[in-house]
């Protein structure tokens, strides 16, 4: 039987920044989707997304759900990576103070959390400051 984190490794999106470009409409989404809210089509061809982007809006988080609570405050930002392809992540490495809308970032996998008793780590896309 495949555990759930085993599960998450397996999504191409997960550890590869892969997104879905829907055949009939060329319309991508990250993560893929199975059908196409725009056209419902269901055939989808695998698309590599760029390692760099630009912070559109972000926040910062002062007041933490329980399992982030020893990283506040820290900073959530959508980030676009080409044309209509925007991704909420984590910005990490810099003074909070600091970030702007328009800055340009790199994004990283790296360790999001902890989870359970056998402490599974739990891997994802950190956008760090160029």
Do not use: W
Request: with cysteine.
């Amino acid at each position: 039987m495949i555990t759930p984190a085993e599960y998450v490794r397996e999504i191409p999106a997960h550890h590869r920044l892969e997104a879905g470009r829907c055949k009939k409409c060329r319309k991508i989404y990250y993560p893929a989707r199975q059908v196409c809210p725009e056209c419902q089509a269901r055939e989808f061809e695998p698309l590599s997304l760029p390692r760099e982007g630009k912070i559109v809006t972000f926040t910062v988080i002062r007041v933490a759900p329980s399992q982030f609570s020893d990283q506040a405050p820290y900073a959530m930002g959508i980030v676009e990576v080409q044309p209509g392809v925007r991704l909420l992540t984590q910005v990490v490495d810099c003074d909070l103070d600091k970030i702007e809308i328009g800055m340009p970032v790199s994004l990283e996998f790296r360790k999001i959390q902890e989870d359970g008793e056998k402490g599974v780590l739990a891997y994802g896309v950190k956008a760090v400051p160029r």
